[in-house]
């Protein structure tokens, strides 16, 4: 048996120190790392996964901790990712999180991993899909996964999480950052947080008018009041979480999220293997003599970068069909 099987099994039998060193191989993605998600997965079952996204300051941290808390008195297992932007000398993770999550991280039925974005533009770190998975082979019964923020472009965790609760905070303008395209259509829940404020009414009132003019594919968001920092609230956001995953599963929803999951994926480790046999391929020297061709117009950017791909992966052989080749400007 291989060092990573052996770890495998033992991330299987619920040791929470084997776990912690999957996710470092996962994190790393160090020798046998396809090996040890393959166990994993074959082995672990579905869990519910939710994503906990928002602006930075909207008390995210604080209701994933109220979350796990809530949880726990039930005595069930709880998984959390942290999410917190990297660090600009190391590139590592910050830990924000890590500090304001404080004494929940030690509760041994709590599992919390702040995990740095490395860069990636959607709210996620790369290594996330397979984080879950490792908790999901734990045997958690929740996983919460924090962003580390929501933008434009921060919105990886649809692809991720069942089910996707936005955090709000009244007076910040974040009723207007809601109207940019793609966040308000990935909530499947609005958290309106910091309901003692004096604008938290109206906050509710513009939100519902929000969610009301756009189509959510058949499902209403729900809007839950919190003040996490009390503990108000944080009751009827369990309720809306477990209500809206009774919903997935009884229009099979559920397993058509999944399968976006995995769709979703496949593509990305599709694209990490171009990308290293991409760097394999196209040398320094090459990528210079390719750039100084182009100065000296003697090619352009485009024929440049079909012929870099097609050497990467070797078109099919014609059979008669025209082979449009890979140029970005093909449709």
Known sequence: MSDRSELAAAVLAGDRAALARAITVIE??????????????????????VGITGSPGAGKSTIVAELARHHRTNDETIGVIGIDPSSPVSGGAILGDRIRLGSIMRDPGIFYRSMSTGGALGGLAPAVPDVVTAFEAAGMDHVFIETVGA?????????????????????TGDDVQLLKAGILEIGDLFVVNKMDRPEADLTVAQLQEAIELNDHDGWTPSIVETTATTGDGIGDLIAAIANHHAQLQTCDRFEHRRRRRYRNDVKRLVRLAFERRLDDTLADEQAGELARRIQRRELDVHSAATTVADDVFPPERETGGHNEGHGSCSH
């Open 151 to 171: 933008g434009q472009s921060e919105i990886d965790v649809v692809g991720v999480a069942d089910t996707v609760a936005i955090v709000l905070q009244p007076g």
């Open 28 to 49: 790393r993605r160090a020798s046998g790392c396809r090996e040890l998600v393959g166990t994993l997965h074959r082995q672990g079952s579905d869990v519910p996964v």
